[in-house]
């Protein structure tokens, strides 16, 4: 219960905090549609090109928004040895790494579900009513394990000068089941309406987040520690 | 500074500690820290009784707040052995977290958040009540600035809110590094008050300043470490 109260307060803090200097937010939102229109635009001569690319503009534009958001999250930390300070608190260093978790992945799922019928439209894609939940639980899963990673990776990185250039470099290669996974199962819901093919990548979607949820909760502590 | 082998201790650590019969707060054994190949604490050993308030002096640069930080489990020792009230630095970091406070050189609070705000969250990650805030608040005089966010904070705002969180917690060892810098006379004495608090309630104090006037009547002894080595203790 105490594990759950410190989880549940380190995301309101964050949640505070971006709610107040909004940078991450105005970060992710520009970017994210810069790049589906500049993909659309790229795109734009060919109906069916365009279509068949609406779920990869979505992950690219989404992937790119969540490593600028999850380096971002944990720069308000470092500044005036705040993080320094709050982990010489007697709770569990879990608690830090799933309560910034679950910070990032609201963030990045609302920016999904906000980008989608911006996709949509963009792109001209068919999208039948009932394909609507089966995407907004990938928007769900594939942006989970992409915050894990990239929660984590950021962690990581935080201290260092080459941050910015190293967190994807780093991550990214770890990432890419999660995003060909997404993108698949996107492109199921989304193309053909094959609703039971975007399911199976569904659920290996959710055995990606499984995995790493538990492989980084249980090493987190070592990345924190000096 | 360059990698040396742990120079050699003096034979008396803290004569306090072979003075008394009380329970040691903390035993550090030839414990150094190196930082990459630069070492700043070098084969340290200390024994300091459960129940003093104890100096740390040393010139800029000594090792006083690697030494702090090390106490606060926020680094670990690169070699010997470290322990707060019986229990290990490394293996029980979670244990001894439960019993130290540590009020750090920079403000440590985040600059976002309201100061209310920033004591909130101190409570619900330490578990201390949240009904002592405002009070704790009123005692620095911040009262006043309670909604404003931080980051508006001058330095000595910043300490002050700093004192407000290390008295929240009912830590038996309380880490302090230079707690008078940037604080008017006002300021100061709330510090002292702070140590006066410290006594009363038989918390072990381990202060890191540069102002031994200042400090002259308050504390039971002080220690002096130079380049990571223990200079001396002192019983005053």
């Known amino acids: 219960m105490t594990d759950l109260k410190a989880l549940l307060a380190i995301a309101g803090k964050d949640f505070r905090s971006e709610a107040r200097s909004r940078a991450a937010t105005v970060a992710t939102v520009f970017f994210s549609s810069v790049t589906l229109v500049i993909l659309a635009f790229a795109l734009g001569r060919d109906a069916e090109l365009m279509r068949g690319a609406m779920p990869g503009a979505l992950w690219v534009a989404l992937a790119f928004s969540g490593v600028i958001s999850a380096a971002q999250s944990w720069q308000g930390d470092l500044q005036e040895g705040a993080l320094d300070q ?12 799933l309560g910034k978790l679950l910070a990032n992945w609201l963030s990045m799922t609302l920016l999904g579900a906000l980008l989608l019928p911006v996709a949509v439209a963009f792109f001209g894609a068919d999208v039948a009513a009932a394909a609507v939940p089966t995407l907004l639980v990938t928007i769900a899963l594939g942006t989970l394990g992409f915050a894990v990673i990239a929660t984590f990776y950021a962690a990581l990185t935080a201290n260092l000068q080459a941050r910015e250039s190293l967190l994807p470099v780093l991550m990214f290669p770890v990432v890419v089941p999660i ?48 | ?145 309670a909604d404003r966010p931080v980051r508006v904070f001058s330095s000595g705002m910043k300490r002050r809110l700093g004192l407000a969180r290390l008295a929240l917690r009912d830590a038996a060892l309380w880490l302090l590094d230079e707690p008078y810098a940037s604080l008017d006379e006002e300021g100061r004495e709330l510090v002292d008050d702070l140590l006066s608090r410290a006594r009363a309630r038989g ?34």
């Open chain 2, 203 to 236: 918390r072990t104090v381990l202060i890191a300043s540069h102002e031994p006037e200042r400090l002259a009547g308050r504390i039971d002894a002080s220690i002096t470490i130079d380049r990571g080595v223990l200079l001396h203790g002192a019983t005053e």
């Open chain 1, 179 to 226: 995003l060909l996974a997404a993108v698949r199962a996107t492109e199921a819901a989304v193309g053909s309406g094959d609703i039971a093919l975007a399911r199976s990548w569904i659920e290996l979607l959710a055995g990606f987040d499984l995995v790493y949820l538990v492989v980084t909760s249980a090493i987190f502590h070592v990345v924190v520690e000096e």
């Open chain 2, 1 to 145: 500074m360059t990698e040396e082998a742990p120079a050699p201790q003096p034979a008396t650590e803290d004569p306090t500690a072979a003075a008394t019969e009380r329970p040691l707060a903390v035993r550090l054994e030839r414990v150094a820290r190196r930082f990459g190949r630069e070492q700043v604490l070098r084969g340290l050993s200390l024994r300091l009784p459960a129940g003093r308030i104890v100096a740390l002096r040393g010139s800029n640069g000594s090792g006083k707040t690697t030494l702090l930080r090390l106490l606060a489990t926020r680094l670990r020792p690169s070699s010997g052995r470290a322990s707060v009230f019986g229990r290990d630095l490394v293996r029980e970091a979670a244990a001894v977290r439960r019993e130290v406070a540590y009020l750090a050189v920079h403000g440590g609070s985040y600059g976002t958040l309201t100061a209310r705000e920033n004591l909130r969250l101190a409570c619900v990650l330490t578990g201390a009540p949240q009904d002592g805030v405002d009070a704790e608040l009123a005692r620095v005089g911040l009262s006043e600035h």
């Open chain 1, 86 to 97: 709050l982990l010489t608190l007697p709770f569990p260093r879990a608690a830090l790494f």
